[in-house]
């Protein structure tokens, strides 16, 4: 007999056993009673236990696939069997005969396959206890290059999407720097520096040049820190200095600002934000992000003459909630929750300019803010996106 409390013993015992235990006292209390109880069973038989504690080798548990500690299991001879539960002794006594039997059985079968192979050179059986330590690594090793392969994927996505912005962002900074240079170059032409004024400009039409040269740099600083905040890790925090607003006024000033991109396509904007309308607690650059995003994809996919509804109703005394309707295209139902996963886009919208990050980016603000961002049809036709945002405390 031969019994290892702790280290494994490499032997070449006939019975080689395993006994897992946790770390409850129940299960602790079983290991004494067990040892002695095979102690008195084996007599002059040989066997080789090993204690195993499950929460310091639980690939060992996953790998025998145990559902309850403490568990026996002998692993040799084969058939593998398992005892577990809290009757493991009673059960042992049923069981022990049946494990003396099929070690003589397996005496024979090794006693009659030595005769065959008489003269013949061959290995000694490995001990099935000896390699519980290869089995492990083994599994270890399994799950690390299960780990590595998830990780590779990621960054190989990342490297994808990176490859992909660089194009599009290459793409889409070239229009507006283009009129920026532009407009800079009508001022800087009629320039005469000697009498200190433009020469076949008038006011407005200086007024309307440095406008557009404006609204083009806010477009690429809006561009530029939407790539930077969707970049960060989605476990970074998303930090917020909320602040009460006025977000009516904010939807105002947004839509003054995509003004010329809303009469390029004679579009209509309604809006229905009651006067008495409760201010919001939030940040207001982000809050403005959100509100430029929602605009922004309302108008692009609104046809020509076609209508904008923003709206908002005092949902609770701590919520407000307001919503953007266009009667573009839609978004098909299956797809209205994918469409605020970062770098997710549409099939119909592949040929189009974007990053698919403008809706994940609103998500992670509106979430930021306790508040909810969804989408669903809108009756006539198009999308209705909607978000809340709490009241700012009277």
Not at 194 to 217: D, S, W
Not at 221 to 226: A, G, L, Q, Y
Request: proline residues 6%; negative net charge.
């Amino acid at each position: 007999m031969q019994v290892s409390p702790e280290q494994p013993i490499y032997s070449e015992a006939p019975l080689q056993l395993l006994l897992f235990v946790d770390e409850r006292p129940s299960s602790r209390q079983q290991l004494p009673r067990i040892r002695v109880y095979l102690q008195e069973l084996s007599g002059e038989s040989q066997f080789e236990l090993q204690v195993v504690d499950v929460g310091e080798q639980p690939y060992l548990a996953e790998h025998f696939k145990l559902v309850a500690t403490p568990a026996l299991i002998k692993i040799h001879p084969e058939p593998r069997q398992t005892l577990a539960g809290s009757n493991i002794i009673s059960q042992l006594r049923t069981s022990w005969p049946k494990w003396q039997a099929s070690i003589d059985t397996q005496r024979r079968l090794e006693e009659e396959l030595a005769h065959s192979l008489e003269g013949e050179i061959s290995l000694p059986p490995e001990s099935s206890i000896r390699s519980l330590a290869a089995t492990e690594e083994m599994i270890q090793l399994s799950d690390e290059v299960f780990r590595l392969k998830q990780e590779n994927d990621r960054l190989q996505e990342q490297l994808l999407f990176k490859d992909r912005v660089i194009g599009m962002l290459a793409h889409d900074l070239r229009n507006p720097l283009t009129a920026v240079a532009i407009a800079i170059e009508t001022l800087e032409s009629n320039y005469n520096p000697q009498a200190r004024q433009f020469k076949r400009l008038t006011p407005n039409l200086i007024v309307q040049v440095c406008k557009q040269a404006r609204n083009q740099t806010q477009i690429i600083n809006r561009m530029v820190t939407d790539l930077l905040d969707v970049a960060r890790s989605k476990e970074t925090e998303f930090r917020i200095q909320p602040q009460k607003i006025a977000l009516g006024k904010l939807f105002i000033d947004v839509v003054a600002e995509l003004s010329s991109s809303i009469a390029s396509k004679s579009q209509q904007i309604q809006t229905d934000i009651p006067q008495d309308f409760p201010c919001v607690y939030a940040d207001p650059e982000r809050l403005r992000q959100v509100v430029m995003n929602l605009l922004d994809n309302a108008i692009k996919y609104t046809p020509e003459n076609g209508l904008i509804s923003i709206s908002g109703i005092h949902r609770t005394t701590q919520k407000v909630q307001f919503s953007i309707e266009d009667n573009g295209p839609g978004i098909p139902e299956e797809n209205r929750l994918r469409i605020f996963d970062n770098h997710f886009r549409l099939q119909r919208d592949i040929a189009k300019e974007g990053y698919g990050i403008g809706l994940a980016l609103c998500q992670r603000i509106i979430r930021a803010h306790y508040g909810q961002i969804w989408v669903d049809s809108n009756p006539n036709g198009g999308a209705c996106f909607h978000f809340t945002l709490p009241v700012y405390p009277m």
